[in-house]
């Protein structure tokens, strides 16, 4: 079954098209909503979360690019509502500026791709979200900072701050393993 006729099937009600278009994308959405999460279950609440709203919205795809692409895009917003809901109950980070400095390449290769994952869920809530909107999904800090309600300078000092506590981390890491 192409992708095309297993979303008109699922318009039509069809619960096994449903399945399987979520059995289809699944995988490569919850990748997305853990870089947007500290937690796995944080982001398995991401990803239902973003399904349903796929299913609710599955009419407003007009086929005019992947749908992959679209229903990425429903799971980046999902996680960008979640996180301004968290601004709503006042739940802040901070950290003092710093001065950026390098991390050498080698430091960075003996990093394994899952370390890299798990140091960028650790990193607070707004710093993710900048630097994942910006190093990994590609948005620019005009696209940012319409879609999280920030000034641009917001952004890139945000992003400036998630790379220096993601450099440190890899300092640190590097410093253990030598």
Request: aromatic share 8%; proline share 2%.
């Amino acid at each position: 079954m192409e992708v095309l006729e297993m979303v008109e099937a699922c318009l039509r009600g069809d619960r096994i098209s449903q399945k399987k278009l979520f059995d289809l994308f699944a995988g490569k959405m919850l990748a997305v909503c853990m870089r947007y999460s500290k937690h796995r279950m944080e982001a398995e609440d991401l990803l239902q979360d973003g399904f349903i709203r796929v299913f609710m919205n599955l009419d407003q795809f007009k086929n005019d690019g992947p749908l992959e692409q679209w229903i990425r895009r429903i799971m980046i917003n999902n996680a960008i509502k979640k996180y301004h809901k968290k601004c709503n109950q006042n739940e802040s980070y901070t950290i003092d500026t710093v001065v950026e400095e390098g991390v050498q390449p080698d430091a960075i290769d003996q990093i394994s791709e899952q370390e890299m994952m798990d140091m960028i869920a650790e990193l607070p809530d707004g710093y993710r979200m900048v630097f994942n909107l910006f190093a990994i999904e590609g948005y620019s800090h005009k696209e940012i900072s319409e879609m999280m309600h920030i000034e641009e300078s917001t952004s890139r000092s945000q992003l400036a701050k998630a790379r220096k506590v993601l450099q440190d981390k890899i300092i640190k890491n590097s410093n253990f393993l030598v």
